[in-house]
């Protein structure tokens, strides 16, 4: 199947600081990818959409300017946090879906990234 | 707004005993339906999917699950469960002409050997 990678697996940061997880699709192209958060013990929690060459979809309750999305190529989301808290600790996982005809729609998911906030 | 609902939060098993999990989903269109699985340390994959067709879908590993339009309803089965499919299980449902894939709170399945 389709390889979805996450970059970084583990981060720890401080609180205040602004952190960058990038989501690469490695053999084919993703003209959308989603953002998910999971919650200990708890489903994924749809963060946001995002669109190659457009702003990102945010799900409700969701806030824009905390978790940046920048989709700036068909291989490559980028989900930034900014301005860090230890509530933002998480674990962040992107997906793609492989346009292929073979594939028909299947989601693909990146190993995830564990952010923790000190 | 679609839902997932599955109603076993962890289930814990003996090997060679039949598993079914609960799945119900709440949208009254046309809907794509997933089981995925989560191996301890692993990523998400997909077990099955259902898109249109036989409503009884034939996944990995012995895996399989029945879409039951009346009930909404999308319950994962294994005739004979194995220690090595301790795992977690998320359903999920996708709706109309969303492009998002909307997750179940998952089931944690310990398999005792």
């Known amino acids: 199947g389709a390889v979805v990678s996450q970059h970084p697996s583990r981060v720890i940061c401080k609180s205040g600081t602004s952190v960058k997880i990038e989501c690469r699709s490695l053999?084919?192209?993703?003209?959308?990818m989603f953002w998910y958060r999971q919650f200990p013990k708890q489903s994924l929690m749809l963060m946001a959409t995002?669109?190659?060459?457009?702003?990102?979809?945010?799900e409700q309750g969701v806030e824009k300017d905390k978790f940046l999305i920048n989709h700036a190529s068909l291989t490559l989301s980028t989900l930034t946090v900014t301005s860090a808290h230890p509530e933002d600790s998480s674990f962040y996982i992107c997906?793609?879906?492989?346009?292929?005809?073979?594939?028909?729609?299947?989601?693909?998911f990146g190993e995830g990234s564990r952010l923790t906030v000190l | 707004a679609q839902s997932v609902s599955q109603h076993n939060h962890h289930v814990i098993l003996s090997e060679a005993a039949s598993l079914e999990l609960g799945c119900n989903y709440s949208?009254?269109?046309?809907?794509?339906l997933f089981w995925y699985v989560q191996y301890p340390g692993q990523h998400l994959q997909l077990l099955l999917k259902y898109f249109s067709g036989d409503p009884l879908v034939k996944g990995i590993k012995g895996f399989e699950a029945e879409f039951i339009k009346s009930k909404f309803s999308f319950n994962l089965r294994k005739p004979s469960v194995q220690w090595s499919d301790t795992a977690e299980y998320f359903c999920a449902v996708n709706a109309g002409r969303d492009d998002k894939i909307i997750f179940g709170k998952g089931t944690r399945l310990h398999i005792l050997p």
């Open positions: 997906s793609a879906r492989d346009p292929g005809i073979q594939s028909k729609g299947e989601l693909f």
């Open positions: 949208y009254g269109g046309t809907v794509n």
């Open positions: 053999d084919f192209q993703a003209t959308t």
């Open positions: 995002s669109n190659e060459g457009s702003k990102a979809t945010y």
